[in-house]
């Protein structure tokens, strides 16, 4: 059954550097996410994707924040310069929309980023 | 903001039992999913129940969906000690794409 991959599982880095979050999501899926989930708290959304640009964004999705699709297949999540705060899992969700029905999303397995 | 909200918080049964947890939420929805989190892990997604429709069923699980007074319910039959996990309702609101999630049930389930 096809699902939504990510790498790394686990990316541990210093606070102010950069990370890349990657995701691959279902093949035939057109839209695309990414939510976080704060130890303990609720899973919040934090960005979706569709056509090659941002669909909506949450407040969380600052201008640290960016997406990109760099090719057919990977969907990623760059953070500029980590904070503490921003130590949290990352999840990467897909959904095909077609027709005007709205489908599953579907999680991957999760990024913990922890920053030091 | 539009989210799900869960009740009760936590849950403990013993295995053979059926477990209920309900969600809450605000506004009119597209859909309303049921995910299942192992501590730790990824989100498993276990229904979607839409706007339209009032119950759906999927093996051991049965979700209720009413409109009228914006709730849901999940109910597990039969638990076993795999089903030990927490339990999210994520609603997707009327022209949205995106999901808004609550804060989970977390059952436990006693051999």
């Known amino acids: 059954e096809p699902e939504v991959t990510q790498t790394p599982s686990h990316q541990v880095t210093q606070m102010g550097q950069e990370v890349i979050l990657r995701c691959v999501p279902i093949?035939?899926?057109?839209?695309f996410y990414w939510y976080r989930q704060i130890l303990g708290q609720k899973v919040e959304f934090l960005v979706s994707?569709?056509?090659?640009?941002?669909?909506?964004k949450s407040e969380i999705f600052d201008d640290q924040f960016s997406v990109e699709r760099p090719d057919g297949s990977n969907f990623t999540l760059k953070i500029r310069s980590t904070k503490l705060e921003d130590s949290a899992m990352y999840f990467c969700?897909?959904?095909?929309?077609?027709?005007?029905?709205?489908?599953?999303?579907?999680f991957g397995p999760g990024t913990r980023l922890t920053v030091l | 903001s539009q989210q799900g909200e869960e009740d009760p918080q936590a849950l403990s049964i013993q295995e053979g039992e059926n477990a209920t947890m309900n969600c809450s939420y605000k506004?009119?929805?597209?859909?309303l999913q049921w995910y299942r989190q192992n501590s730790g892990r990824g989100l498993v997604h276990l229904i979607l129940?839409?706007?339209?429709?009032r119950e759906k069923h999927s093996g051991r699980l049965r979700v209720t969906l009413d409109t009228s007074k914006k709730s849901s319910s999940l109910l597990i039959t039969a638990s076993r000690a795999a089903d030990t996990a927490s339990y999210f309702c994520?609603?997707?609101?009327?022209?949205?794409?995106?999901?808004?999630f609550g804060a989970g049930t977390t059952v436990t389930v006693r051999a």
């Open positions: 093949s035939n899926h057109l839209y």
């Open positions: 506004t009119s929805i597209n859909n």
């Open positions: 994707f569709y056509n090659n640009e941002i669909s909506e």
């Open positions: 994520a609603t997707e609101i009327l022209n949205d794409y995106k999901l808004s």
């Open positions: 969700a897909s959904t095909q929309i077609a027709g005007g029905t709205h489908n599953e999303q579907f």
């Open positions: 129940i839409r706007s339209n429709e």
